[in-house]
C-alpha cells in the first residue's frame, strides 16, 4: 500500500513558476516509477511527466516539454514536478501516480493511466493574471 499526498500548487502568474512535491508512505519508494496527470475542467484527465524507479529516465508531454521538469529524491521518498513559463492553459488539478508493474515496458506506456495503481488526491494549479 503506497500513499501519496501532493503539495505546492497555488495561483500564479502567466510566465511565472511553481513546484509541485508528491510525499509517498512507505520503505519501497524506489520500486516505483511515478508520473504526474493532470485534469482541467470539462477534460479528460491527461498524462505530464513519468520517471522511472532510479530516475534515470524522464518522459513528458509535449506540451509541457521543455518548460517542465520531474525528478525524485528517493531518500525522501519524493517525488517533484518543476513548472516554468507557466500558462493559462496549464490550469488543471494535479494528480501524482505511482506504479510497479511491467517496468520493462514503461518506456513504452508511461502515459497510460492504467499503468498507475496508486493516486494522490491532486492539488489545484491556477495560471491567471
Known amino acids: 500500500q503506497v500513499q501519496l499526498v501532493e503539495s505546492g500548487g497555488g495561483l500564479v502568474q502567466p510566465g511565472g513558476s511553481l513546484r509541485l512535491s508528491c510525499a509517498a508512505s512507505g520503505r519501497t519508494f524506489d520500486s516505483y516509477y511515478m508520473g504526474w496527470f493532470r485534469q482541467a475542467p470539462g477534460k479528460e484527465r491527461e498524462f505530464v511527466s513519468g520517471i522511472t524507479r532510479s530516475g534515470g529516465s524522464t518522459y513528458y508531454a509535449d506540451s509541457v516539454k521543455g518548460r517542465f521538469t520531474i525528478s525524485r529524491d528517493n531518500a525522501k521518498n519524493t517525488v517533484y514536478l518543476q513548472m516554468n513559463s507557466l500558462k493559462p492553459e496549464d490550469t488543471a488539478v494535479y494528480y501524482c501516480?505511482?506504479?510497479?508493474?511491467?517496468?520493462?515496458?514503461?518506456?513504452?506506456?508511461?502515459?497510460?493511466?492504467?499503468?498507475?495503481?496508486?493516486w494522490g488526491q491532486g492539488t489545484q494549479v491556477t495560471v491567471s493574471s
Open positions: 501516480a505511482a506504479g510497479s508493474r511491467g517496468s520493462s515496458t514503461y518506456s513504452t506506456t508511461y502515459s497510460r493511466e492504467n499503468k498507475y495503481f496508486y
